[in-house]
């Protein structure tokens, strides 16, 4: 297992459809070792495959991990296949898109089919931070950030911030 490093906003590979797992091998199985170990070693609760340049239909979570012990949940070529009408704005942030924190509209409620690590078909339910957490991962898969889910000018805003970070960062 090792970390990797993570893509960073405005990086064109964050921009691309993954595409889904055909099998899930030892391959397969050991990006994701990586990646969870990748998650956790920058304070993330999820992780899409993407984000350290697989363009593959992969996501790691773990939204329960700040109440002690770690519980990776995986999630291969997985569907929404339900969402609530009701929705619910939360503040998110992004481990492509650091320093910037901001509240996004989605559905509180969704249902999700996927494939699990020895690639067998669960489906889940979900809702609160769960729910916000693997549609944010899910946008991922589609080349989506969730600063895409903001107006114009906060996006903007936003991009800028993150710019102005980075050039600091390099100065320093
Ligand atoms: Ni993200």
Redesign the pocket.
């Known amino acids: 297992m090792s970390v990797r490093p993570i893509l960073i906003a405005p990086d064109p590979r964050l921009k691309l459809i993954s595409e889904p797992v055909a099998e899930v091998d030892d391959h397969i199985r050991a990006l994701i070792a990586d990646m969870i170990e990748t998650m956790y070693d920058a304070d993330g609760i ?1 992780l ?1 495959a993407i ?1 350290v340049g697989e363009a593959k239909r992969i996501i790691v979570l773990d939204v329960e991990q700040k109440e002690g012990g770690r519980n990776p949940r995986v999630f291969i070529n997985p569907v929404i296949t339900w969402n609530s009408e009701a929705t619910e704005v939360m503040e998110e942030g ?4 650091p320093e910037i924190w901001d509240e996004v509209e989605r559905p509180r409620a969704i249902k999700a089919q996927y494939l699990d690590s020895h690639g067998v078909p669960q489906s889940l339910d979900a809702e609160g931070i769960l729910a916000v957490c693997l549609q ?2 899910m946008d ?1 898969l589609n080349g989506v ?2 600063v895409d889910h903001l107006s114009k000018l906060k996006r903007s805003m936003a991009l800028k911030k993150l710019a102005k970070a980075k050039k600091l960062k390099k100065a320093g």
């Open positions: 999820g899409a984000q992004c481990l492509s898109v944010h991962e991922h950030l969730f």
